[in-house]
């Protein structure tokens, strides 16, 4: 679980996490968004994103699973061996809010059981870098007025 507070409204920040389709524009490591349903947001919606990390692209399917409107939604994922389920949270804390992002790595696999104790600091620096850059763009977007 990681935690930031951002200046923002927590409706621009539950936009920014939520917007699957400019993802890309919000962090510069997802290169491509593909829908794999019809619809665009909210619980049912599915989509393949590819994220270029070290040089390789690594492509993994997703799917909204929880979502309620302005306050939360849950992304989950079944890649590389493990159930990756990943809780958005966005709430109200004086003038701005605080966006709290929880993680499971749930592994079925062997290779992950035993790898995925050891990746856990690599996994909380990648979580942190994009609670970062989520507050980063959602004050620069509060600014200019958008």
């Known amino acids: 679980t990681v935690e930031g507070a951002v200046a923002a409204r927590p409706e621009t920040v539950f936009r920014a996490v939520t917007d699957v389709e400019h993802l890309p524009e919000l962090d510069d490591q997802i290169v491509g968004i593909e829908f794999l349903t019809d619809q665009r947001s909210g619980r049912g919606t599915r989509f393949r994103e590819t994220r270029s990390m070290n040089g390789r692209e690594m492509v993994t399917e997703l799917e909204i699973t929880e979502w309620v409107e302005g306050e939360r939604a849950r992304m989950v994922a079944d890649t590389h061996g493990t159930v990756w389920d990943t809780l958005f949270t966005v709430r ?3 003038a ?4 709290v992002i929880d993680m ?6 062997l290779l ?3 790898m995925n104790p050891l990746m856990k600091r690599f996994f909380r620096k990648g979580i942190e870098g994009h609670v970062e850059k989520v507050r980063a763009h959602c004050e620069r977007v509060e600014k200019a007025g958008e």
């Open 96 to 99: 701005g809010c605080v966006l």
């Open 92 to 94: 109200p804390d004086g």
């Open 104 to 109: 499971d790595a749930r592994p079925h696999k």
């Open 112 to 114: 992950p059981r035993i």
